[in-house]
């Protein structure tokens, strides 16, 4: 049987990071075979990309299509054949994050990114995607102290709130696909939720 492919998404610091091995990890207990992965990244090419995305400026519009040639290479050699054997695999971020940041936060058109978005994967949607949604104050007060910040994490804090309310508004248009995590909570709480959500499609 096909794997499922499940995304975290959400602003800088919202939490993903700190459950997805633990998700993973419970994912295994119930006998799944599972990889975890990210984006932009998740491959030797991918990664080298992320490198340059993370830190070198460039015009918005090469910002979207490096970001959507990371992801091209993520699935051909990563998420495809994952699915395609029976794993399960978990991504920290996909493409609701460049909908969210190029396009919410740096006002690139939502019709551009569709049709990259359509040329890329289609045909590939995330079973399911967990939005970790919190006040930008707290996830920043978050990773305030423990890192030193790349080019997105230093943009100002109207560019953050623009990319939370769009990812905010596509949960709204998604179907139910997209499922609103409340991440101001504490790990514990949090983890309640997930499993909750999990559920829905390990049935
Ligand atoms: N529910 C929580 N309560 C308090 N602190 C938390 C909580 N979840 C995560 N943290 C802490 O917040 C910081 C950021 O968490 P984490 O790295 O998981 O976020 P992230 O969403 O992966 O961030 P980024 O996208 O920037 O990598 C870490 O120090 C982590 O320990
Ligand atoms: C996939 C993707 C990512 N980004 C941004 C979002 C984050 O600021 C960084 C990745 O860092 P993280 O600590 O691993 O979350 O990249 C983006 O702008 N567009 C994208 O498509």
Not at 137 to 142: D, G, K, L
Request: some cysteine; glycine content about 8%; charged content about 30%.
């Amino acid at each position: 049987m096909r794997g499922k492919f499940i995304t975290f998404e959400g602003i800088d610091g919202a939490g993903k990071s700190t459950h997805i091995q633990w998700l993973a990890d419970q994912l295994t207990a119930r006998g799944k075979t599972v990889v975890t992965t990210r984006e932009p990244g998740g491959t030797p090419l991918g990664e080298k990309l992320r490198a340059l995305l993370l830190a070198e400026p460039m015009h918005l519009e090469t910002e979207a299509l490096l970001m959507f040639a990371a992801r091209r290479e993520h699935l051909a050699e990563v998420i495809e054949p994952a699915l395609a054997a029976g794993t399960w695999v978990i991504s920290d971020r996909f493409t609701d994050a460049t909908v969210a940041y190029q396009g919410g936060g740096r006002g690139l058109s939502l019709d551009k990114l569709k049709v990259l978005e359509d040329w890329v994967h289609g045909h590939l949607q995330p079973d399911l995607t967990l939005l970790f949604d919190l006040p930008l104050a707290v996830a920043q007060a978050r990773i305030g102290k423990e890192r030193i910040l790349d080019r997105f994490e230093q943009e100002e804090a109207d560019f953050h709130e623009r990319v939370r309310q769009c990812y905010l508004q596509r949960a709204g248009q998604s179907n139910g696909r997209i499922r609103v995590v409340q991440a101001d909570r504490t790990v514990d709480e949090i983890k309640k939720s997930i499993e909750e959500l999990i559920s829905i499609i390990c049935l």
